[in-house]
């Protein structure tokens, strides 16, 4: 069995390259059909999306609200959210650059992150200044010339130019960092999804705004032990409300730092609805929240 499952990924692997080309020459719409089909077994319903899934694929293809673009920009957002709720509310931001031949180790605080503006899990992780800077270059290079709306057709990265950001390395406790993520629509918080053990053993699992458990796992299995709920669990809500006013749905990312709630970014896309929910039927438990043309 572990032999079929390692035959299995490698051959996932093999076909990476391939599958990326075959949808980098699909027409958009196909490619969203086909990434649906794979990942939920059905094509989505565009016509008259009801689950959070399809309403993810119609965003993709459809909506084209000019607001998107700045809130996704993680460098863009932490200026917006900074002159809304002052600069207390966001991470510092040690350094900017266009290019990766830019950076300068030298004068970098360690440790330290180094993530693009414009993509998902392209963090590089630096503990001191690396003994190999030209590798460390390479990869920054890669993530910053990747370009992250063709790899499921989110729209608003497309917006983006892309640019590299350095932020302090945020400690965690003894689960590591703890993200909380808003998913918020109208305005209103529905569900707080809380990933812990993200880079050992990623557990997630789900609270209402009461912090009552929710019975659904997405993704990853749900932590097998409580999770306290944040001390500024309120600050937090109220931040994730105001942040989602006027859009019918938006996931608004916070953490718990030295006693202070910050930003850590907003997203429009989540999972770009190819996550599975178990069970199934939350897929329209929390569709049924999304109002497409609210907001």
């Known amino acids: 069995m572990e032999k079929e499952s390692s035959l299995k990924?490698?051959?996932?692997?093999?076909?990476?390259?391939?599958?990326?080309?075959?949808?980098?020459?699909?027409?958009?719409k196909m490619h969203v059909e086909l990434d649906h089909l794979r990942s939920h077994g059905k094509l989505p319903n565009l016509k008259n999306p009801r689950?959070?899934?399809?309403?993810?694929?119609?965003?993709?293809?459809?909506?084209?609200?000019?607001?998107?673009?700045?809130?996704?920009?993680?460098?863009v957002a932490k200026e917006l959210m900074a002159t809304r709720f002052g600069p207390e509310f966001i991470i510092p931001t040690l350094a900017v650059y266009e290019?990766?031949?830019?950076?300068?180790?030298?004068?970098?605080?360690?440790?330290?992150?180094?993530?693009?503006n414009h993509g998902s899990g392209t963090n590089v992780f630096l503990s001191r200044r690396p003994e190999d800077e030209g590798s460390v270059k390479r990869q920054l290079g890669i993530h910053l010339r990747h370009r992250h709306e063709s790899d499921s057709e989110e729209w608003a990265y497309s917006r983006i130019?892309?640019?590299?950001?350095?932020?302090?390395?945020?400690?965690?406790g003894a689960h590591g960092l703890v993200d909380y993520k808003f998913h918020t629509f109208g305005g209103h918080v529905f569900a707080i999804q809380v990933d812990v053990d993200r880079y050992t053993d990623h557990r997630?699992?789900?609270?209402?705004?009461?912090?009552t458990e929710m019975p659904v796992e997405?993704?990853?299995?749900?932590?097998?032990?409580?999770?306290?709920?944040?001390?500024?669990?309120?600050?937090?809500?109220?931040?994730?409300?105001?942040?989602g006013e006027g859009f019918s749905y938006v996931r608004?990312?916070?953490?718990?730092?030295?006693?202070?709630?910050?930003?850590?970014?907003?997203?429009?896309?989540?999972?770009?609805?190819?996550?599975?929910?178990?069970?199934?039927e939350f897929d329209?438990?929390?569709?049924?929240?999304?109002?497409?043309?609210?907001?």
């Open 161 to 172: 130019t892309p640019r590299l950001l350095v932020e302090p390395f945020l400690e965690g």
């Open 284 to 295: 329209e438990v929390f569709g049924a929240q999304w109002v497409i043309g609210a907001g």
């Open 218 to 243: 997405l993704l990853y299995p749900k932590a097998s032990y409580a999770i306290d709920p944040p001390v500024e669990l309120q600050t937090m809500l109220r931040y994730s409300e105001q942040i």
């Open 51 to 75: 689950t959070f899934s399809e309403k993810t694929a119609w965003r993709k293809l459809y909506d084209r609200d000019p607001r998107m673009p700045p809130l996704i920009d993680k460098i």
């Open 204 to 211: 997630r699992s789900f609270y209402d705004a009461s912090w």
């Open 9 to 28: 990924s490698d051959v996932r692997q093999l076909l990476k390259p391939a599958w990326r080309l075959l949808n980098d020459l699909l027409p958009a």
């Open 99 to 116: 290019s990766e031949n830019d950076v300068d180790f030298s004068v970098l605080p360690y440790p330290c992150v180094v993530k693009t």
């Open 252 to 280: 608004v990312d916070l953490y718990e730092a030295e006693d202070k709630v910050k930003f850590g970014e907003a997203t429009f896309y989540h999972g770009a609805g190819l996550e599975r929910f178990n069970p199934r």
